[in-house]
């Protein structure tokens, strides 16, 4: 048993506000009692005297504080990933933006894409998949792939590109075989998907040569989901602003569904779909209002002369109608937006307002 005390919550919050400023992660409450039991651990495994020096060894730039780092960052990042995981925006991927960037890119044949926050490599290896699938002729194509992650533990088994049958929970069965080798207690991923990705581990929010996109650069597809729901606002207002500037013209960003929520996105188009929202870094760079990029794409076959609506007509109309599906995707674009953000093309109301019209709306419908 340790002789430590335990952690007193000025120390504690020293501790978490270092972890915050340098890789982004806030954590939660219900993480201090474990955060508590794993502080204690590593002064023990460092054979430190008290909380103080361990915070000490973290404010230093030496090697044993970077070989901590490391192993810190491994035991408080989460590293749950599966292949093809949000089902939905790998159709959006697949039906829409993909087709876009590839009809875009047919002179150039060079795509980039980067999954920041790739964890295991699960995603970053669904693209290469993905886009082996939609691409025939792919030796002609520069294709590049990176995956980016700040846990170095994660991203050496990335690298080795083995995985248990956890990791392919909802997988077609005959892609799973398609591209991987089955051993005796894991899945090989084949060679040729593995030599489409590189990884590197990389810190988001560091300004040093750590930083991905001081090296990955003209991104036309950028997924980074499931990584800002640790981070606190300040930090990830810091890396959208690193990702406009790594995206592209006309490239895309896609996040967890209400990661962004609260954040200034006037940089960005906002697309709407189905499917999910896409970020799409704009032609020319233009600051406008993020409202004024109000576009709502969804199965061509069934909903191709809404989408005309919302180009040619006034966008009032969509919010007197009964259409369910179309009021629960125009929902979740206001719920991106500041409360108080005025919608010039739906009579200066605001999104506060006019989520409660469609809430009411989806009651009265129900």
């Not at 504690?12 to 502080?39: H, P, S, W």
């Not at 025939?136 to 248990?164: H, T």
Request: aromatic fraction near 10%; hydrophobic fraction near 35%.
């Amino acid at each position: 048993m340790s002789s430590l005390k335990p952690l007193s919550p000025r120390i504690q919050q020293t501790l978490t506000k270092l972890i915050a400023d340098r890789i982004g992660i806030t954590l939660r409450k219900n993480d201090y009692a474990n955060f508590q039991e794993l502080v204690v651990r590593r002064i023990e495994a460092t054979q430190l005297d008290a909380p103080e020096q361990y915070y000490l060894l973290l404010s230093t730039n030496t090697p044993k504080s970077h070989q901590e780092w490391e192993i810190l960052i491994s035991e408080i990042t989460n590293t749950e990933s599966f292949f093809f995981r949000d089902k939905g925006q790998f159709k959006l991927l697949k039906k829409y933006i993909f087709p876009n960037i590839i009809n875009q890119k047919s002179h150039q044949k060079k795509i980039n894409i980067c999954s920041a926050g790739c964890s295991t490599g699960e995603e970053p290896y669904s693209l290469a998949i993905l886009i082996k699938d939609m691409i025939p002729n792919l030796k002609d194509w520069d294709i590049k792939i990176w995956g980016v992650d700040v846990n170095a533990s994660a991203i050496q088994a990335a690298k080795e590109g083995r995985y248990r049958a956890w990791s392919f929970r909802g997988v077609d069965k005959k892609l799973q075989q398609q591209f991987f080798r089955e051993g005796e207690s894991c899945y090989h991923i084949h060679d040729e998907i593995k030599d489409m990705v590189d990884f590197q581990v990389g810190n988001l929010l560091d300004d040093s040569s750590s930083d991905p996109f001081s090296t990955i650069q003209d991104i036309d597809l950028m997924l980074c989901r499931n990584v800002f729901i640790y981070f606190n606002s300040s930090a990830i207002e810091k890396v959208l602003t690193k990702m406009h500037g790594a995206l592209a013209p006309l490239g895309y960003l896609l996040v967890g569904h209400t990661e962004l929520y609260s954040q200034n996105l006037n940089r960005f188009n906002i697309k709407m779909f189905e499917e999910s929202i896409a970020y799409q870094r704009p032609e020319n760079d233009s600051t406008q209002p993020a409202s004024e990029f109000l576009s709502i794409k969804m199965s061509p076959d069934s909903l191709k002369s809404v989408e005309t609506k919302f180009d040619q007509e006034d966008l009032s109309e969509v919010f007197k109608g009964h259409n369910i599906k179309m009021h629960k995707v125009a929902l979740e674009l206001l719920r991106q937006l500041p409360g108080d953000s005025k919608i010039a093309k739906l009579g200066n109301r605001t999104a506060s307002e006019l989520i409660t019209q469609l809430e009411n709306n989806l009651e009265e419908t129900d």
